[in-house]
């Protein structure tokens, strides 16, 4: 096996250093999260008799824009996430929170 030999290790060090900023800025880049500086808010709404979680669910896709070009069954997932709840029944006069930007 071929040993390297370090001619100049004033070169070397320097190399060595401008090699490790750039990996270093690399993975800093790759691994930055961004946070948008809009806080998710929610609004209150009741439950009227007959009212569904796909009917809210496809009223919020097309007038929320919290909910913009997401799938229904996500949106549905997550209202219930939301409102700790379990099954998809709704009760007339319950108050469910719906986020919004």
């Given at each position: 096996?071929?040993?390297?030999?370090?001619?100049?290790?004033?070169?070397?060090?320097?190399?060595?250093?401008?090699?490790?900023?750039?990996?270093?800025?690399?993975?800093?880049i790759a691994t930055h999260k961004t946070y948008s500086n809009s806080e998710i808010k929610?609004?209150?709404?009741?439950?009227?008799?007959?009212?569904?979680?796909?009917?809210?669910?496809?009223?919020?896709?097309?007038?929320?824009?919290?909910?913009?070009?997401?799938?229904?069954?996500?949106?549905?997932?997550?209202?219930?996430?939301?409102?700790?709840?379990?099954?998809?029944?709704?009760?007339?006069?319950?108050?469910?929170k719906i986020p919004i930007y």
């Amino acid at each position: 096996m071929k040993h390297i030999r370090i001619v100049n290790k004033y070169k070397f060090i320097k190399s060595i250093t401008i090699l490790l900023c750039i990996l270093g800025s690399i993975l800093c880049i790759a691994t930055h999260k961004t946070y948008s500086n809009s806080e998710i808010k929610y609004k209150t709404e009741y439950i009227v008799k007959g009212e569904t979680l796909w009917a809210i669910a496809e009223k919020e896709i097309q007038e929320n824009t919290y909910f913009q070009n997401k799938d229904i069954q996500n949106v549905i997932l997550e209202l219930k996430e939301i409102n700790h709840m379990k099954t998809s029944n709704l009760s007339e006069g319950m108050e469910i929170k719906i986020p919004i930007y």
